[in-house]
């Protein structure tokens, strides 16, 4: 890797945690208070910074395809309820009404989920809540890199997976219990199509488009 590449050389050191007292919630704030250290004992000066946490801080996002051409991919809606309160937001432009969201299944990891062996049980166990496709484990392969999707708010990475399944096969999805995942959509749609709803706006989950955009790289839409 040339030079070019090479990131700042720099440390963080946690001065303070002023973080409020935790109330159980799933998700956590923590208020650090920061000092930057630099090459030849250079030092930033002191700076708060909020940052949210949860146990479970990776996730995986299930790239599900058929053994067909043109291949289809498999979307399902999600229940998306922080989009509620982007309608009494102040916003550049106009919100609109949508409180769901088209995306490719996904979960978070759980703690005891380590290693590559554990990314793939979570994708097994995300997939069978989800889509109501019973996938082993060691069907799915890696489809690039985890990324950070908001690394200024939460050290989340997002690991995606990829496998080939038949959706004919597929029951009724288990869920998590929870209402947000009362009554999805699972629909199988091909690449093309997916393209197309990514071009128009009805796609609009980045993980979503980062899945498609390595599966095309994989698999080339046809002319």
Avoid at 41 to 52: I, M, N
Avoid at 112 to 131: D, M, W
Wanted: aromatic share 4%; proline share 9%; with cysteine.
């Amino acid at each position: 890797m040339t030079n070019e590449w090479q990131l700042p050389d720099l440390e963080v050191e946690i001065e303070r945690d002023e973080s409020p007292p935790a109330d159980g919630g799933f998700l956590r704030l923590r208020r650090l208070v920061l000092k930057n250290h630099y090459p030849a004992g250079e030092e930033s000066r002191p700076y708060t910074y909020d940052v949210v946490e949860r146990d479970a801080l990776d996730a995986v996002a299930i790239v599900l395809i058929t053994d067909e051409s043109p291949l289809r991919v498999c979307l399902r809606s999600a229940t998306r309820p922080p989009l509620l309160l982007r309608r009494t937001a102040r916003l550049p432009l106009p919100a609109d009404d949508a409180l769901s969201l088209w995306e490719v299944p996904a979960g978070l990891v759980e703690v005891r989920e380590r290693g590559e062996a554990g990314l793939r049980e979570c994708a097994s166990r995300e997939t069978l809540e989800e889509t109501g496709l019973a996938v082993p484990p060691d069907a799915f392969e890696r489809l690039g890199r985890p990324l950070f999707l908001s690394p200024g708010v939460l050290a989340e990475q997002v690991h995606f997976l990829v496998a080939t399944v038949d959706p004919a096969r597929a029951q009724k999805p288990t869920e998590d219990g929870s209402p947000v995942e009362e009554r999805a959509r699972v629909r199988f749609v091909s690449l093309r199509e997916a393209f197309e709803a990514l071009g128009a706006g009805i796609l609009r989950d980045a993980k979503t488009e980062v899945a498609l955009s390595r599966l095309r790289a994989r698999r080339p839409v046809p002319s």
